[in-house]
Protein backbone atom coordinates (compact mmCIF):
# COMPACT_ATOMS: atom_id res chain seq x y z
CA UNK A 1 0.00 0.00 0.00
CA UNK A 2 2.54 1.83 1.19
CA UNK A 3 4.43 1.29 -2.44
CA UNK A 4 0.94 2.67 -4.21
CA UNK A 5 0.87 5.82 -2.31
CA UNK A 6 3.94 6.78 -3.16
CA UNK A 7 3.74 6.25 -6.73
CA UNK A 8 0.33 7.89 -6.37
CA UNK A 9 1.58 11.14 -5.51
CA UNK A 10 3.93 10.90 -8.72
CA UNK A 11 1.02 10.03 -11.28
CA UNK A 12 -0.85 12.83 -9.83
CA UNK A 13 1.80 15.35 -10.31
CA UNK A 14 2.51 14.30 -13.77
CA UNK A 15 -1.55 14.25 -14.74
CA UNK A 16 -1.53 18.03 -13.11
CA UNK A 17 0.84 19.22 -15.03
CA UNK A 18 -0.23 17.09 -18.61
CA UNK A 19 -3.24 19.37 -18.00
CA UNK A 20 -1.84 22.69 -17.56
CA UNK A 21 -2.18 22.88 -13.85
CA UNK A 22 0.86 25.04 -11.75
CA UNK A 23 2.89 22.83 -9.89
CA UNK A 24 3.53 24.98 -7.51
CA UNK A 25 -0.02 24.44 -6.34
CA UNK A 26 0.16 20.47 -7.10
CA UNK A 27 3.16 19.50 -6.33
CA UNK A 28 2.71 20.44 -2.43
CA UNK A 29 -1.21 19.00 -2.78
CA UNK A 30 0.24 15.85 -4.35
CA UNK A 31 3.07 15.26 -1.59
CA UNK A 32 0.51 15.90 1.51
CA UNK A 33 -2.07 13.98 -0.21
CA UNK A 34 0.58 10.98 -0.04
CA UNK A 35 1.53 11.94 3.80
CA UNK A 36 -2.21 12.37 5.02
CA UNK A 37 -2.92 8.57 3.59
CA UNK A 38 0.42 7.39 5.12
CA UNK A 39 0.13 9.21 8.50
CA UNK A 40 -2.35 11.79 9.09
CA UNK A 41 -0.61 13.27 11.73
CA UNK A 42 2.71 14.05 9.98
CA UNK A 43 1.18 16.30 7.47
CA UNK A 44 1.51 19.54 9.37
CA UNK A 45 5.46 19.16 10.47
CA UNK A 46 6.24 17.31 6.97
CA UNK A 47 5.02 20.55 5.20
CA UNK A 48 7.16 22.99 7.64
CA UNK A 49 10.15 20.96 7.73
CA UNK A 50 10.59 19.21 4.75
CA UNK A 51 8.75 20.48 1.88
CA UNK A 52 8.70 24.29 2.57
CA UNK A 53 12.41 23.76 4.04
CA UNK A 54 13.82 22.09 0.54
CA UNK A 55 11.71 24.21 -1.35
CA UNK A 56 13.24 27.45 0.70
CA UNK A 57 16.84 26.11 0.32
CA UNK A 58 16.61 25.32 -3.41
CA UNK A 59 15.42 28.97 -4.03
CA UNK A 60 18.67 30.44 -2.10
CA UNK A 61 20.87 28.46 -3.80
CA UNK A 62 19.77 28.55 -7.60
CA UNK A 63 16.77 32.12 -7.57
CA UNK A 64 19.52 34.48 -8.28
CA UNK A 65 20.97 32.12 -11.25
CA UNK A 66 17.38 31.84 -12.94
CA UNK A 67 16.97 35.65 -12.55
CA UNK A 68 20.15 36.63 -13.77
CA UNK A 69 19.76 34.45 -16.86
CA UNK A 70 16.34 35.88 -17.64
CA UNK A 71 17.29 39.60 -17.26
CA UNK A 72 20.22 38.33 -19.49
CA UNK A 73 18.66 36.80 -21.97
CA UNK A 74 15.89 39.90 -22.46
CA UNK A 75 18.24 42.46 -22.58
CA UNK A 76 19.97 40.65 -25.49
CA UNK A 77 16.54 40.35 -27.62
CA UNK A 78 15.96 44.02 -26.23
CA UNK A 79 19.18 45.13 -27.75
CA UNK A 80 18.25 43.60 -31.29
CA UNK A 81 21.46 41.21 -30.66
CA UNK A 82 19.67 38.08 -30.76
CA UNK A 83 18.28 39.25 -34.18
CA UNK A 84 21.70 40.15 -35.19
CA UNK A 85 23.43 37.00 -34.21
CA UNK A 86 20.42 35.15 -36.42
CA UNK A 87 21.12 37.28 -39.47
CA UNK A 88 24.77 36.94 -39.48
CA UNK A 89 24.54 32.86 -39.20
CA UNK A 90 21.88 32.74 -42.16
CA UNK A 91 24.61 34.94 -44.25
CA UNK A 92 27.52 32.63 -42.88
CA UNK A 93 26.18 29.26 -43.17
CA UNK A 94 23.60 29.87 -46.02
CA UNK A 95 20.25 30.19 -46.07
CA UNK A 96 19.74 27.04 -48.39
CA UNK A 97 21.09 25.49 -45.09
CA UNK A 98 17.91 26.48 -42.99
CA UNK A 99 17.83 23.41 -40.45
CA UNK A 100 21.48 23.89 -39.67
CA UNK A 101 21.21 27.79 -39.41
CA UNK A 102 18.53 27.35 -37.01
CA UNK A 103 20.04 24.85 -35.10
CA UNK A 104 23.44 26.41 -34.66
CA UNK A 105 21.73 29.90 -33.95
CA UNK A 106 20.17 28.27 -31.17
CA UNK A 107 22.92 26.67 -29.76
CA UNK A 108 24.92 29.75 -29.53
CA UNK A 109 22.13 31.84 -27.75
CA UNK A 110 21.44 28.98 -25.07
CA UNK A 111 25.05 28.29 -24.83
CA UNK A 112 25.70 31.88 -24.79
CA UNK A 113 23.31 32.19 -21.18
CA UNK A 114 20.37 33.31 -22.98
CA UNK A 115 17.05 30.99 -21.77
CA UNK A 116 15.47 28.75 -23.42
CA UNK A 117 12.22 30.12 -22.99
CA UNK A 118 13.91 33.65 -25.02
CA UNK A 119 15.51 31.54 -27.68
CA UNK A 120 12.31 30.10 -29.02
CA UNK A 121 10.13 33.87 -29.47
CA UNK A 122 14.15 35.27 -31.02
CA UNK A 123 14.56 32.96 -33.30
CA UNK A 124 11.06 31.56 -34.99
CA UNK A 125 10.82 34.77 -37.39
CA UNK A 126 13.58 33.89 -38.76
CA UNK A 127 12.65 30.27 -38.88
CA UNK A 128 9.84 30.99 -40.02
CA UNK A 129 11.48 33.47 -43.21
CA UNK A 130 14.07 30.35 -44.10
CA UNK A 131 11.83 27.60 -44.15
CA UNK A 132 9.19 29.24 -46.61
CA UNK A 133 11.81 30.54 -48.96
CA UNK A 134 12.87 26.77 -49.07
CA UNK A 135 9.45 25.10 -49.26
CA UNK A 136 10.70 23.25 -45.88
CA UNK A 137 7.46 21.84 -43.99
CA UNK A 138 6.64 24.64 -41.13
CA UNK A 139 5.56 21.93 -38.70
CA UNK A 140 9.44 20.71 -38.52
CA UNK A 141 10.44 23.78 -37.02
CA UNK A 142 9.61 22.40 -33.27
CA UNK A 143 12.15 19.84 -34.14
CA UNK A 144 15.08 22.22 -35.03
CA UNK A 145 14.40 24.72 -32.59
CA UNK A 146 14.56 21.59 -29.54
CA UNK A 147 17.62 20.05 -31.30
CA UNK A 148 19.31 23.39 -30.86
CA UNK A 149 18.10 24.88 -27.72
CA UNK A 150 16.84 21.90 -25.53
CA UNK A 151 19.61 19.32 -26.21
CA UNK A 152 23.37 19.83 -26.26
CA UNK A 153 24.06 23.14 -25.53
CA UNK A 154 21.46 22.69 -22.03
CA UNK A 155 23.27 20.01 -20.06
CA UNK A 156 25.97 18.21 -22.43
CA UNK A 157 28.87 21.10 -23.78
CA UNK A 158 30.75 21.68 -20.00
CA UNK A 159 30.37 24.86 -19.12
CA UNK A 160 27.48 25.61 -20.54
CA UNK A 161 25.09 28.03 -17.97
CA UNK A 162 21.51 26.52 -18.39
CA UNK A 163 20.21 25.40 -15.20
CA UNK A 164 20.47 21.71 -15.48
CA UNK A 165 24.45 22.05 -15.59
CA UNK A 166 24.33 23.70 -12.37
CA UNK A 167 22.24 21.71 -10.20
CA UNK A 168 24.94 18.83 -9.97
CA UNK A 169 27.45 20.80 -8.75
CA UNK A 170 25.95 21.06 -5.39
CA UNK A 171 25.65 17.65 -4.47
CA UNK A 172 28.64 16.37 -6.15
CA UNK A 173 31.04 18.98 -5.22
CA UNK A 174 31.87 19.93 -9.05
CA UNK A 175 31.66 22.42 -11.15
CA UNK A 176 30.00 23.24 -14.97
CA UNK A 177 33.06 22.10 -16.35
CA UNK A 178 33.00 18.63 -15.38
CA UNK A 179 33.78 15.88 -17.81
CA UNK A 180 34.47 17.94 -20.60
CA UNK A 181 35.93 15.59 -23.45
CA UNK A 182 32.87 13.20 -22.24
CA UNK A 183 30.61 16.23 -23.08
CA UNK A 184 31.87 17.08 -26.45
CA UNK A 185 31.61 13.25 -27.12
CA UNK A 186 27.81 13.27 -26.51
CA UNK A 187 27.37 16.99 -27.94
CA UNK A 188 28.99 15.41 -31.27
CA UNK A 189 26.42 12.62 -31.09
CA UNK A 190 23.20 14.69 -30.67
CA UNK A 191 24.26 16.92 -33.74
CA UNK A 192 25.16 14.46 -35.89
CA UNK A 193 22.30 12.35 -35.54
CA UNK A 194 19.97 15.32 -34.68
CA UNK A 195 20.87 17.13 -38.19
CA UNK A 196 20.72 13.50 -39.86
CA UNK A 197 17.37 13.00 -38.54
CA UNK A 198 15.61 16.32 -39.13
CA UNK A 199 17.02 16.15 -42.91
CA UNK A 200 16.32 12.92 -43.80
CA UNK A 201 12.52 14.17 -42.76
CA UNK A 202 12.97 17.34 -44.91
CA UNK A 203 13.64 14.89 -47.88
CA UNK A 204 10.66 12.59 -46.98
CA UNK A 205 8.18 15.41 -46.71
CA UNK A 206 9.06 16.90 -49.73
CA UNK A 207 9.77 14.20 -51.61
CA UNK A 208 5.83 13.75 -50.89
CA UNK A 209 5.04 17.60 -52.11
CA UNK A 210 4.58 19.11 -48.95
CA UNK A 211 5.67 22.16 -48.78
CA UNK A 212 5.77 24.88 -46.24
CA UNK A 213 2.23 24.91 -45.41
CA UNK A 214 -0.94 26.81 -46.16
CA UNK A 215 -3.70 28.14 -43.55
CA UNK A 216 -0.99 28.34 -40.83
CA UNK A 217 -1.31 30.07 -37.44
CA UNK A 218 0.75 32.53 -35.91
CA UNK A 219 2.57 33.28 -38.83
CA UNK A 220 5.60 35.99 -37.83
CA UNK A 221 5.89 39.52 -39.34
CA UNK A 222 8.60 39.87 -41.66
CA UNK A 223 11.75 40.48 -39.49
CA UNK A 224 13.10 44.12 -40.40
CA UNK A 225 17.65 43.39 -40.79
CA UNK A 226 18.41 46.87 -41.90
CA UNK A 227 19.43 48.33 -38.38
CA UNK A 228 20.57 45.62 -36.50
CA UNK A 229 24.01 46.06 -34.59
CA UNK A 230 27.62 44.44 -35.71
CA UNK A 231 27.23 40.67 -34.95
CA UNK A 232 30.83 40.95 -33.36
CA UNK A 233 29.30 43.15 -30.81
CA UNK A 234 25.97 41.19 -30.88
CA UNK A 235 28.07 37.95 -30.08
CA UNK A 236 30.44 39.50 -27.47
CA UNK A 237 28.63 39.28 -24.80
CA UNK A 238 28.14 35.49 -25.03
CA UNK A 239 31.82 34.61 -25.70
CA UNK A 240 32.56 37.18 -22.22
CA UNK A 241 30.02 34.73 -20.19
CA UNK A 242 31.91 32.05 -21.50
CA UNK A 243 35.27 33.17 -20.60
CA UNK A 244 34.28 34.77 -17.41
CA UNK A 245 32.32 31.34 -16.06
CA UNK A 246 35.50 29.49 -16.89
CA UNK A 247 37.63 32.39 -15.14
CA UNK A 248 35.49 32.38 -12.07
CA UNK A 249 35.59 28.79 -11.73
CA UNK A 250 39.06 28.78 -11.75
CA UNK A 251 39.57 31.50 -9.37
CA UNK A 252 36.78 31.14 -6.62
CA UNK A 253 38.64 28.42 -5.27
CA UNK A 254 41.97 30.60 -4.86
CA UNK A 255 40.35 33.16 -3.27
CA UNK A 256 38.36 31.70 -0.49
CA UNK A 257 40.13 28.48 -0.16
CA UNK A 258 37.86 25.40 1.27
CA UNK A 259 35.64 26.90 3.05
CA UNK A 260 35.04 30.74 4.25
CA UNK A 261 34.05 32.16 7.65
CA UNK A 262 31.60 34.87 7.89
CA UNK A 263 31.90 37.37 11.16
CA UNK A 264 30.45 40.92 11.19
CA UNK A 265 29.98 42.58 14.48
CA UNK A 266 26.17 42.53 13.81
CA UNK A 267 26.42 38.88 13.31
CA UNK A 268 24.73 36.57 16.32
CA UNK A 269 27.18 34.00 15.12
CA UNK A 270 29.39 33.51 11.78
CA UNK A 271 28.03 32.04 8.76
CA UNK A 272 30.43 29.46 7.20
CA UNK A 273 30.65 28.49 3.50
CA UNK A 274 31.29 25.47 2.10
CA UNK A 275 33.28 26.56 -1.39
CA UNK A 276 33.22 23.65 -3.71
CA UNK A 277 30.03 23.20 -3.17
CA UNK A 278 29.37 26.84 -4.07
CA UNK A 279 31.63 28.14 -6.64
CA UNK A 280 29.96 26.99 -9.78
CA UNK A 281 27.05 29.07 -8.48
CA UNK A 282 28.81 32.24 -8.20
CA UNK A 283 31.02 31.63 -11.21
CA UNK A 284 28.15 31.70 -13.31
CA UNK A 285 26.22 34.50 -11.01
CA UNK A 286 29.49 36.75 -11.76
CA UNK A 287 29.60 35.79 -15.58
CA UNK A 288 25.89 36.95 -16.28
CA UNK A 289 26.29 40.12 -14.02
CA UNK A 290 29.05 41.07 -16.43
CA UNK A 291 26.96 40.03 -19.58
CA UNK A 292 24.78 42.39 -18.38
CA UNK A 293 26.57 44.88 -17.41
CA UNK A 294 28.40 44.73 -21.08
CA UNK A 295 24.75 44.61 -22.50
CA UNK A 296 23.85 47.93 -20.89
CA UNK A 297 26.92 49.68 -21.98
CA UNK A 298 26.68 48.53 -25.36
CA UNK A 299 23.46 49.00 -26.19
CA UNK A 300 21.85 51.83 -23.70
CA UNK A 301 20.60 53.81 -25.97
CA UNK A 302 18.53 50.95 -28.27
CA UNK A 303 17.20 49.42 -24.63
CA UNK A 304 16.94 52.68 -22.03
CA UNK A 305 13.25 52.77 -23.37
CA UNK A 306 11.88 49.25 -22.91
CA UNK A 307 14.13 48.25 -20.12
CA UNK A 308 11.80 48.58 -17.16
CA UNK A 309 8.51 46.92 -18.95
CA UNK A 310 11.27 44.10 -20.48
CA UNK A 311 13.27 43.58 -17.00
CA UNK A 312 9.35 43.16 -14.93
CA UNK A 313 8.21 40.40 -17.50
CA UNK A 314 12.21 38.75 -17.48
CA UNK A 315 11.78 38.84 -12.96
CA UNK A 316 8.35 37.13 -13.45
CA UNK A 317 9.47 33.89 -15.85
CA UNK A 318 12.82 33.70 -13.35
CA UNK A 319 10.14 34.03 -10.28
CA UNK A 320 7.86 31.38 -11.88
CA UNK A 321 10.66 28.75 -13.41
CA UNK A 322 12.07 28.85 -10.10
CA UNK A 323 9.17 28.14 -7.69
CA UNK A 324 8.30 25.47 -10.40
CA UNK A 325 11.37 24.20 -10.22
CA UNK A 326 11.66 24.67 -5.84
CA UNK A 327 7.90 23.13 -5.59
CA UNK A 328 8.92 19.54 -7.37
CA UNK A 329 12.29 19.61 -4.87
CA UNK A 330 10.27 20.13 -2.06
CA UNK A 331 8.18 17.70 -3.41
CA UNK A 332 10.78 14.95 -4.22
CA UNK A 333 11.86 15.33 -0.61
CA UNK A 334 8.68 14.26 0.87
CA UNK A 335 8.36 11.52 -0.88
CA UNK A 336 11.85 9.88 -0.68
CA UNK A 337 10.94 10.52 3.15
CA UNK A 338 7.86 7.92 2.89
CA UNK A 339 8.09 4.32 3.15
CA UNK A 340 7.01 3.78 -0.01
CA UNK A 341 9.65 5.33 -1.46
CA UNK A 342 11.04 2.69 -0.16
CA UNK A 343 10.35 0.25 -2.56
CA UNK A 344 11.10 2.49 -5.70
CA UNK A 345 14.74 3.24 -4.69
CA UNK A 346 15.25 -0.01 -4.13
CA UNK A 347 13.89 -1.28 -7.38
CA UNK A 348 16.16 1.45 -9.16
CA UNK A 349 18.82 0.32 -7.08
CA UNK A 350 18.58 -3.02 -8.33
CA UNK A 351 20.20 -1.28 -11.89
CA UNK A 352 24.18 -3.03 -10.80
CA UNK A 353 25.73 0.02 -12.84
CA UNK A 354 26.03 3.33 -11.17
CA UNK A 355 25.88 5.66 -14.18
CA UNK A 356 23.04 3.28 -15.62
CA UNK A 357 20.99 3.66 -12.25
CA UNK A 358 21.76 7.22 -12.24
CA UNK A 359 20.74 7.77 -15.84
CA UNK A 360 17.73 5.95 -15.52
CA UNK A 361 16.46 6.73 -12.63
CA UNK A 362 16.80 10.82 -13.51
CA UNK A 363 15.16 10.72 -16.74
CA UNK A 364 12.58 8.61 -15.70
CA UNK A 365 11.68 11.85 -12.58
CA UNK A 366 12.52 14.55 -15.80
CA UNK A 367 9.70 12.37 -17.49
CA UNK A 368 6.85 11.89 -14.81
CA UNK A 369 7.24 15.58 -13.69
CA UNK A 370 8.02 17.06 -17.19
CA UNK A 371 11.11 19.33 -16.43
CA UNK A 372 14.44 18.43 -16.51
CA UNK A 373 15.48 20.54 -13.88
CA UNK A 374 12.46 19.25 -11.70
CA UNK A 375 12.90 15.60 -11.97
CA UNK A 376 16.77 15.80 -11.18
CA UNK A 377 16.28 17.70 -8.25
CA UNK A 378 13.60 14.89 -7.11
CA UNK A 379 16.14 12.45 -7.78
CA UNK A 380 19.07 14.25 -6.08
CA UNK A 381 17.17 15.24 -3.14
CA UNK A 382 16.23 11.42 -3.34
CA UNK A 383 19.37 9.55 -3.99
CA UNK A 384 22.14 11.34 -4.22
CA UNK A 385 23.89 9.76 -1.37
CA UNK A 386 23.36 6.37 -2.87
CA UNK A 387 24.79 7.41 -6.47
CA UNK A 388 27.60 8.75 -4.77
CA UNK A 389 28.45 5.63 -2.91
CA UNK A 390 27.95 3.78 -5.59
CA UNK A 391 30.81 5.56 -8.00
CA UNK A 392 33.53 5.99 -5.36
CA UNK A 393 32.68 2.27 -4.72
CA UNK A 394 33.44 1.55 -8.29
CA UNK A 395 36.24 4.37 -8.21
CA UNK A 396 33.90 6.51 -11.07
CA UNK A 397 34.85 10.03 -10.86
CA UNK A 398 32.13 12.67 -9.78
CA UNK A 399 32.64 14.74 -12.70
CA UNK A 400 31.04 11.72 -14.73
CA UNK A 401 28.41 11.20 -12.48
CA UNK A 402 27.76 14.74 -12.98
CA UNK A 403 27.46 14.80 -16.86
CA UNK A 404 25.52 11.69 -17.17
CA UNK A 405 23.11 13.20 -14.77
CA UNK A 406 23.01 16.51 -16.09
CA UNK A 407 22.77 15.00 -19.53
CA UNK A 408 19.83 12.50 -18.19
CA UNK A 409 17.60 15.32 -16.76
CA UNK A 410 17.16 16.47 -20.53
CA UNK A 411 16.07 13.01 -21.86
CA UNK A 412 12.93 12.06 -21.50
CA UNK A 413 12.07 15.21 -19.69
CA UNK A 414 10.53 15.91 -23.47
CA UNK A 415 7.63 14.22 -23.08
CA UNK A 416 4.07 16.25 -24.43
CA UNK A 417 3.56 17.41 -20.78
CA UNK A 418 6.69 19.60 -20.49
CA UNK A 419 6.80 23.15 -20.48
CA UNK A 420 9.24 23.64 -23.21
CA UNK A 421 7.05 21.54 -25.96
CA UNK A 422 3.81 23.85 -25.07
CA UNK A 423 5.58 26.84 -25.42
CA UNK A 424 7.44 26.29 -28.87
CA UNK A 425 4.31 24.48 -29.97
CA UNK A 426 2.10 27.84 -28.64
CA UNK A 427 4.43 30.24 -30.47
CA UNK A 428 4.74 28.48 -33.93
CA UNK A 429 1.11 28.16 -33.72
CA UNK A 430 1.66 23.87 -33.81
CA UNK A 431 0.01 21.04 -32.59
CA UNK A 432 1.18 17.97 -30.85
CA UNK A 433 -0.46 15.97 -33.73
CA UNK A 434 1.74 18.55 -36.40
CA UNK A 435 4.69 18.23 -34.75
CA UNK A 436 5.37 16.54 -31.68
CA UNK A 437 6.91 13.37 -33.69
CA UNK A 438 10.00 15.30 -34.07
CA UNK A 439 10.32 17.02 -30.69
CA UNK A 440 9.79 12.86 -29.50
CA UNK A 441 12.70 12.41 -32.27
CA UNK A 442 15.30 14.85 -29.99
CA UNK A 443 14.19 13.42 -26.93
CA UNK A 444 15.26 9.64 -28.11
CA UNK A 445 18.42 10.69 -29.70
CA UNK A 446 18.84 13.16 -26.50
CA UNK A 447 18.51 9.62 -24.76
CA UNK A 448 20.69 7.81 -26.83
CA UNK A 449 23.69 10.40 -26.12
CA UNK A 450 23.78 9.62 -22.40
CA UNK A 451 24.12 5.52 -22.93
CA UNK A 452 27.17 6.87 -25.36
CA UNK A 453 28.97 9.08 -22.63
CA UNK A 454 28.49 5.95 -20.28
CA UNK A 455 29.99 3.38 -22.74
CA UNK A 456 32.41 5.75 -24.13
CA UNK A 457 34.01 6.27 -21.12
CA UNK A 458 34.23 2.47 -19.99
CA UNK A 459 35.99 2.13 -22.78
CA UNK A 460 37.92 4.51 -23.00
CA UNK A 461 38.79 6.32 -19.57
CA UNK A 462 37.96 9.37 -20.69
CA UNK A 463 36.51 12.17 -18.54
Not at 113 to 126: R, T
Not at 308 to 333: C, H, P, Q, V
Not at 353 to 364: F, G, Y
Amino acid sequence: MAFVIALAALVFLMLAAYRGYSVILMAPIAALGAVLLTDPSAVAPVFSGVFMEKMVGFIKLYFPVFLLGSVFGKLVELSGFSKAIVAAVIRWIGASRAITVIVVVCALLTYGGVSLFVVVFAVYPFAAELFRQSQIPKRLIPGVIALGAFSFTMDALPGTPQIQNIIPTTFFKTTTWAAPTLGVIGAIFIIIVGIAYLDWRRRSLQAKGEGYGTSLVNEPEPVDTSRLPSPWLAIAPLVLIGVANFAFTKLIPLWYGKEHVLALPGMAKPVTTAIPAITAIWAVEAALILGIVFVLVTAFGTVKQKIAEGTKTAIGGAMLAAMNTASEYGFGAVIAALPGFIVIREALQSIPNPLVNAAVTVSSLAGITGSASGGMSIALAAMSEHFIAACQAAGIPLEVLHRVVAMASGGMDTLPHNGAVITVLAVTGLTHRESYRDIFAVTVIKTAAVFVVIATYYLTGLV
